[in-house]
T-cell receptor, first 116, second 110 residues
Framework: DTGVSQDPRHKITKRGQNVTFRCDPISEHNRLYWYRQTLGQGPEFLTY????????KSRLLSDRFSAERPKGSFSTLEIQRTEQGDSAMYLC??????????????FGPGTRLTVL | EDQVTQSPEALRLQEGESSSLNCSYTVSGLRGLFWYRQDPGKGPEFLFTLYSAGEEKEKERLKATLTKKESFLHITAPKPEDSATYLC???????????FGTGTRLLVSP
């Protein structure tokens, strides 16, 4: 399968714990995005990378959230001191920049986080 | 403020009963409008991108159209397997992020 992959698919944690999610984009895609989706809502943008550079961050991305893409390939999203309000589906997407009509973002299956 | 509104929130159709989903937007500058399909517990699946008013794209039973203020996703003779949430998103000029609507939940009964 050559699509976007995410790991783990599900994570249950206790409030106050740290969690880390991984995203592997489609091979050769140079842009990688993180979104968060809660029940009944559309995905909300968190941040995006072009290669290894983090170029845009949402106000939703508090100091407890950090994302990295160290070698311009896979990315990690870490949440420190989790809160119950962090419970959501965390989605990763990737795209290939270069042509005007290649803005399509392809999403992975998501990581479902439950904070108890 | 940039805003995307989808209607209806939910739609129930009989198999073969054609209908349309609406996505209206108020944005400072539109770079592109995207349609996705999302099944429960899964990530959104890309369907279409539209860039300019008057543009249309088709895929199987789905057809997407775009005007200066809204987009429609027309579903012709739907089947039960078309049941899903359909999400509309806009990409603003100068930005890479997508701004999503809340989606339309479609249920097609046999």
């Amino acid at each position: 399968d050559t699509g976007v992959s995410q790991d783990p698919r599900h994570k249950i944690t206790k409030r106050g714990q740290n969690v880390t999610f991984r995203c592997d984009p489609i091979s050769e895609h140079n842009r990688l995005y993180w979104y968060r989706q809660t029940l009944g809502q559309g995905p909300e943008f968190l941040t995006y990378f072009q290669n290894e550079a983090q170029l845009e961050k949402s106000r939703l991305l508090s100091d407890r959230f950090s994302a990295e893409r160290p070698k311009g390939s896979f990315s990690t999203l870490e949440i420190q001191r989790t809160e119950q309000g962090d419970s959501a589906m965390y989605l990763c997407a990737s795209s290939l920049v270069g042509l005007r009509h290649n803005n399509e973002q392809f999403f992975g299956p998501g990581t479902r986080l439950t904070v108890l | 403020e940039d805003q995307v509104t989808q209607s209806p929130e939910a739609l129930r159709l009989q198999e073969g009963e054609s209908s349309s989903l609406n996505c209206s937007y108020t944005v400072s500058g539109l770079r592109g409008l995207f349609w996705y399909r999302q099944d429960p517990g899964k990530g959104p699946e890309f369907l279409f991108t539209l860039y300019s008013a008057g543009e249309e794209k088709e895929k199987e039973r789905l057809k997407a159209t775009l005007t200066k203020k809204e987009s429609f996703l027309h579903i012709t003779a739907p089947k039960p397997e078309d049941s899903a949430t359909y999400l509309c998103a806009v990409q603003l000029t100068g930005f890479q992020k997508l701004v999503f609507g809340t989606g339309t939940r479609l249920l097609v009964s046999p």
